[in-house]
């Protein structure tokens, strides 16, 4: 159990490009699998089981969000980066989120906003030990 809060609750160190990669699936597919539980106890019919769906929802949220910004911080450190960034990766990601939704002129505008989420994944951390930690496995 210390090892699964290390890997998705943790805030210190750094973290090379693909286990940051795979924990993030591992996340989104626990996320989705919790996720499918509430719309069984929101179908249910009872008031009870809607109130438990809710807290199942919010629940599921909270750790989706602490674990997808502790993976991204990580992240940031093997970049050479304050985990302060996150602020500013946030905002893109979030506003790539929104402009996707739109007409194809502000989908345009999003796809700089979504090389974000592509350097973060893609770009080779720091070679040799930073301020953050040795260099990840």
């Known amino acids: 159990m210390s090892t699964l809060l290390d890997h998705y609750f943790s805030f210190h160190g750094r973290l090379a490009r ?7 699936i591992y996340l989104v597919i626990a996320a989705v699998v919790l996720f499918f539980v509430s719309v069984a106890l929101f179908s249910n019919g009872g008031r009870i089981w809607w109130w438990l769906g809710l807290i199942e ?6 750790v989706l969000g602490v674990g997808s910004v502790s993976l991204i911080v990580r992240r940031l450190h093997d970049l050479g980066f304050s985990g302060y960034h996150v602020i500013w990766v946030g905002a893109a990601e979030l506003g ?10 502000l989908m345009l505008l999003a796809l ?11 770009w080779p951390g720091m070679a040799s030990a930073n301020r953050f930690g040795a260099m990840p496995d």
């Open 18 to 24: 693909l286990p940051f990669f795979i924990r993030g």
């Open 57 to 62: 929802v919010i629940v599921c949220l909270s």
């Open 96 to 105: 790539s989120t929104v402009l996707s939704y739109g007409p194809p002129v």
């Open 112 to 122: 700089p906003l979504a090389a974000v989420d592509l350097w973060l994944t893609f």
